[in-house]
Nanobody
Framework: QVHLVESGGGLVQIGGSTRLSCLAS????????IGWFRQAPGKEREFVAT????????YYADSAKVRFTISRDNAKNTVYLQMNDLQSEDTAVYYC?????????????????????WGQGTQVTVSS
């Protein structure tokens, strides 16, 4: 079992930047791959980025691969999502999630149902 808490959300100007944090507690953090997902009102949850257990592998949604960077510091039990050049369509609640599972295809790490644990989310609002 692992408990996840997101932080770092808030109001950001278009073109601005912010860094989200996902703090984990419980079982050994390095046992989990971590994903970031987001959900805007009236829209389905969508994949943003994922990072491997030791941090040497990352994968991004097309909308995120240029502007966003996922990273982790296992000593701090924390995963980060650096978001740059934010646009109005980035407005959403951002969730981090964790899985101990290994998948042979990156595709599965982009699917929310493959993750076992979820934080409560942090709101990011990009102003226009």
């Amino acid at each position: 079992q692992v408990h996840l808490v997101e932080s770092g959300g808030g109001l950001v100007q278009i073109g601005g930047s912010t860094r989200l944090s996902c703090l984990a507690s419980g079982r050994t953090f390095s046992n989990y791959a971590i994903g970031w997902f987001r959900q805007a009102p009236g829209k389905e949850r969508e994949f943003v980025a994922t990072i491997s257990k030791n941090g040497d592998g990352t994968y991004y949604a097309d909308s995120a691969k240029v502007r966003f960077t996922i990273s982790r510091d296992n000593a701090k039990n924390t995963v980060y999502l650096q978001m740059n050049d934010l646009q109005s369509e980035d407005t959403a609640v951002y969730y981090c999630s964790a899985t101990e599972q290994y998948y042979s295809r990156t595709y599965y790490y982009t699917k929310g149902w493959e993750y076992d644990y979820w934080g409560q989310g942090t709101q990011v609002t990009v102003s226009s």
